[in-house]
């Protein structure tokens, strides 16, 4: 059994018809889609270049994820959070 962690670019829209081209591969048991980080995994048997190659004959932008893709998540997110607005500090 393979874990393939992959970065895909794209929307709420596509997951759909990620899911779909994930489905139609021999072998693979599990896929779980985290749009906002734009991270699938992919637990299977299938080799993880048949993965990629499906992702990427549907038309999505896919690579493999790397720690990298880790960093900045996080210093996006921790970014994000610390820019909320507050209402009563005006200066």
Known sequence: MEI???KVEMVCIHEKRLRKCLSKLKGIEK??????CQKVVVT???HKNK???AIR????KADFWSAQNEL???YVSANYTSLR???FNFF
């Open 4 to 6: 393939v962690e992959l």
């Open 31 to 36: 896929v779980e889609v985290d749009t906002s």
């Open 44 to 46: 299977g048997y299938t």
């Open 51 to 53: 993965i990629l190659k």
């Open 57 to 60: 004959r549907v038309g999505l």
């Open 72 to 74: 900045l998540n996080a």
């Open 85 to 87: 607005f507050n209402p």
